[in-house]
């Protein structure tokens, strides 16, 4: 299957913070996803991609989708307490006969006050 | 509008027992999947459905079953439960498998085999 790779795997930070975390992949998406996990829920779509070199907002998060359509990155800015959570990346296979959806192994975020 | 539910949300079975989870959506969506999710491993596919009486295995469908009679609904069957079946599951819906694909999630069934 498709290996995503995202980094860190763990953030500690303090509020106000900028946070930046990235998802790689070994083979080509066509979409990639940023979805926020929390504790005992299910996840949350924050914000889709769709094209190559597309960098999208969504209030203090900015995604872009990588030039090469291998890699994306997630960025918070001025971090809150309520940014907590886990992170996933993940990347739609169109190239299969029904698109499938691959997931990153998430990024921990804890945000001191 | 309820989303996706997901039942039980807590069960604990011994090695060898069988048990459906149940997922219902209200959304009228197409797509359905099932992911399990395990400590540092992300979300793995299972199983999906592009329709009803449509489904396909994804990454780790063994030891599972599924069937989708309706629209709305698409259990997750257990045949013979196993200690390494010990998971998360969550289910998921999204109108379409094509772009724009917004996937939909369950709060999630935690399962514990003995």
């Known amino acids: 299957g498709q290996q995503l790779n995202q980094s860190p795997q763990s953030m500690f930070i303090q509020e106000g913070e900028d946070v930046s975390m990235n998802c790689t992949s070994s083979s080509i998406f066509n979409t990639w996803l940023w979805y926020k996990q929390d504790p005992g829920e299910g996840p949350v779509l924050l914000i889709a991609?769709?094209?190559?070199?597309e960098l999208t907002s969504n209030g203090r998060l900015t995604a872009q989708f990588g030039i090469t359509r291998k890699d994306s990155f997630l960025n918070i800015s001025a971090s809150i307490p309520s940014d907590v959570g886990i992170y996933f990346c993940a990347g739609l296979d169109r190239g299969s006969t029904l698109g499938r959806l691959y997931f990153g192994r998430g990024t921990q975020l804890t945000v001191w006050p | 509008n309820a989303g996706v539910t997901q039942t039980p949300k807590f069960q604990v079975l011994k090695t060898g027992q069988s048990m459906t989870l149940q997922c219902a959506q209200d959304?009228?969506?197409?797509?359905m999947s099932w992911y399990r999710q395990d400590p540092g491993m992300g979300l793995r596919l299972i199983h999906y459905s592009v329709g009803a009486g449509i489904t396909d295995q994804g990454e780790v469908p063994n030891g599972y079953n599924v069937s989708r009679s309706t629209t709305e609904d698409f259990p997750l069957r257990l045949l013979s439960a196993a200690p390494s079946q010990t998971s998360v599951y969550f289910c998921?819906?999204?109108?379409?498998?094509?772009?724009?694909?917004?996937?939909?999630f369950g709060p999630g069934t935690r399962l514990t085999v003995t």
């Open positions: 998921a819906s999204s109108y379409s498998f094509v772009s724009p694909y917004e996937q939909y």
């Open positions: 959304m009228n969506h197409e797509y």
């Open positions: 991609l769709y094209k190559a070199g």
